[in-house]
């Protein structure tokens, strides 16, 4: 059983699954953005963070920098390009030569994750403790209905969003307000005047009224049993 395991399997087995998150967090590096699903882009925050970390961990004095670049490069199995062939010389050449050192200048300025990551990167986030990329929901793709999400590293000055939770306190206090307001609407039951209005009670004095005139009638049956 996968007990206490949060790692997302995204469909895919670990060799392609470590693969495609190297891919998205190397774009990420180069590109600054990557439009991914949401499930990758929450995978790949992950990894793209933990590189941050060690770009940080590489810019102090007292630690060796070439082994942060080391564990970078074999994380994301980016190794250094060390051989560049230029053009061949051609005669009448419409566009000019490009030479190995020019080849290894635009590769290391454009290509070179390692060295991005550690001098363009990293000293970006120098006094940011975590919280280096934010996901930036953009719907369901068509289609597939998938949610589509952008990763992006935080900018400079950014501040973390917080929503205002309210507290017990406040939550109690908004209870009883809502309750209260119930309660005062309870008179509506004042309404019934049907009970003050019931004339049933006035009737018993005529109920009471006809009594002596039962009573008057043994007197008269009386009367008239003294002559016999």
Known sequence: MRHRIRKAKLGRTTEHRTAMLNNLVCSLIKHRKVKTTLAKAKAAR????????????????????????????????RNPRRHFVGQPDIEDRKTPRISGSQ????????????????????????????????????????????????????????????EDKPSKAK??????????????????EEEAPAEEEAPAEEEAPAAEEEAPAAEEEPKASGDEKKPE
Do not use: H
């Open 46 to 77: 992950v990894v793209a963070e933990k590189m941050v970390t060690l770009g940080k961990k590489g810019q102090s004095e007292e630690s060796e920098k070439g082994q942060y670049r080391r564990l970078v490069s074999a994380r994301l199995k």
């Open 103 to 162: 080849k290894r200048e635009q590769w290391q300025k454009n290509e070179d994750v390692v060295r991005i990551l550690f001098e363009d990167i990293a000293p970006e986030f120098e006094e940011r403790n975590g919280g280096y990329t934010r996901v930036i929901k953009l719907g369901r793709r068509r289609g597939d209905a998938a949610e589509m999400a952008i990763l992006e590293w935080v900018k400079e000055g950014d501040k973390p969003v917080t």
């Open 171 to 188: 939550k109690a206090k908004s209870s009883a307000e809502e309750e209260a307001p119930a309660e005062e609407e309870a008179p509506v």
